[in-house]
């Protein structure tokens, strides 16, 4: 019989998230892990005010609910060779599983494409992709996006300055 633990994972790894209520000191760890998710643990159970064996235990229950998805390195894309940032809207031929299945297994995994939105209205994908240079958008559009029998329609919008929304604090 599986314990109540392993069924909240099991529950996780589908997508089922826990929907427990975070308390004050769980928002303080969220609030001060996205001001810097590099603080050591100590130095997160200062600014928090819990000894660090329970901010260890805390950040970890938090990560094991699925409120913390991990942590991850933000590059500055110029700097590696990809100052070029587009929004690509994507509208498939059809809308039967095959099809959608063809896309989403494709595309969003190229090393181009930063996020793939599955959006409702006028387009059915929009992407954020990044390449180096307006000639290699072009190329990327058509190799990848044009010639592909199941993308009945694009639109590509130059990103002129990304400009991130605020992840926190949670409120």
């Known amino acids: 019989m599986a314990t ?3 069924n909240v994972r099991r529950e996780q790894a589908q997508g ?3 929907t427990e209520v975070l308390d004050a000191v769980d928002r303080q760890i969220i ?3 996205l ?3 590099r603080i050591t643990n100590r130095d997160l159970a200062d600014a928090v005010g819990i000894a660090p064996s329970t901010a260890l235990m805390r950040t970890r229950a938090l990560m094991e609910r699925g409120t913390i998805e991990g942590f ?3 590059l500055n894309l110029t700097s590696i060779g990809r100052a070029v940032q587009a929004l690509i809207a994507v509208r498939l031929r059809a809308h039967d599983r095959d099809q959608i299945d063809a896309f989403t297994s494709r595309v969003p995994l190229l090393p181009e494409v930063l996020s793939t939105f599955h959006t409702s209205g006028s387009v059915d994908y929009l992407l954020h992709i990044a390449v180096r240079d307006t000639d290699a958008l072009r190329d990327w559009v058509l190799d990848n996006l ?3 029998p199941v993308v009945g329609h694009t639109e ?3 990103v002129f300055k990304h400009i991130p929304g605020h992840t926190g604090p949670i409120g």
Do not use: I
Request: aromatic share 0%; proline share 5%; no cysteine.
């Open 4 to 6: 109540p633990a392993k």
């Open 16 to 18: 089922n998230l826990s």
């Open 31 to 33: 609030d001060t892990l």
């Open 35 to 37: 001001a810097d998710a």
């Open 72 to 74: 991850e390195a933000k």
């Open 146 to 148: 044009t010639t592909d």
């Open 156 to 158: 590509t919008t130059l």
